[in-house]
């Protein structure tokens, strides 16, 4: 695809389920990166990857929050045991250089 | 230390007035600059860009800003509104000199245009 991508688009949870967001880079992208959105507030940096450098975590809430990148494409981001707090969009973006592109965002609802 | 200030969470104008949004930059290293735009139930779309070229920058939809060393500012303008400008926009800095690093997003601000 052209763009990213991030799966689902929506995401509807009880309290205390796990759930997994996906995130589809632009092809040859090596940056990539994850931002929560809640409502009403700016964008709230929660990790990157670059490369195969270790990632910067230094924005994930709590041990809840985990993600991976497996072979420097696709990237799965990971809530455990999620709480109502939780509710926010999910936005990933990649970036070659300076410029990030973002995807559309999953929106996570946690009942 | 990188960090962003957007000065107004929400700024309405007429259509046909002159859009102006502020935003402050604090920066130890070089910056590049940024705003992005969001429309209802979208995801982020770059407006513009300042990566050290022109301190006029030109972006999509008729929008430019202007990098000030000296007032550490990056203000988004346009000189005419129209219905289809309201949206979210956010003002963001990275570091230059990185060859990818994490952006530091403002708190936004929310342009309204009336009819």
């Known amino acids: 695809g052209a763009g990213v991508s991030q799966s689902p688009s929506n995401k509807v949870t009880e309290k205390g389920k796990d759930v997994e967001l996906r995130c589809d880079p632009i092809?040859?992208?090596?940056?990539l990166y994850w931002y929560r959105q809640s409502l009403g507030q700016g964008l709230e940096f929660l990790i990157y990857?670059?490369?195969?450098?270790?990632?910067?975590k230094s924005g994930l809430p709590s041990d809840r929050f985990s993600a991976e990148r497996t072979g420097g494409s696709v990237s799965t981001l990971t809530i455990q045991r999620t709480q109502q707090e939780d509710s926010a969009v999910y936005l990933c973006?990649?970036?070659?250089?300076?410029?990030?592109?973002f995807g559309p965002g999953t929106r996570l609802t946690v009942l | 230390a990188q960090s962003v200030t957007q000065l107004g969470s929400h700024v309405s104008v007429s259509e046909g007035a002159l859009v102006l949004l502020r935003c402050n930059y604090s920066s130890s290293v070089p910056p590049y600059l940024f705003w992005y735009v969001q429309y209802p139930n979208q995801g982020l779309q770059l407006l513009l860009k300042y990566t050290s070229a022109a301190t006029l920058v030109k972006g999509i939809n008729g929008f430019e800003a202007e990098f000030k060393k000296s007032e550490t500012s990056f203000h988004l303008t346009k000189p005419s509104a129209h219905m289809s400008d309201a949206a979210e926009y956010f003002c963001a800095v990275s570091a230059r000199y990185s060859s990818a690093s994490k952006i530091i997003f403002g708190s936004g601000t929310r342009l309204s245009i009336r009819p």
């Open positions: 990857f670059q490369g195969n450098s270790a990632p910067d």
């Open positions: 092809s040859g992208h090596t940056a």
């Open positions: 973006a990649s970036s070659l250089k300076d410029t990030q592109y």
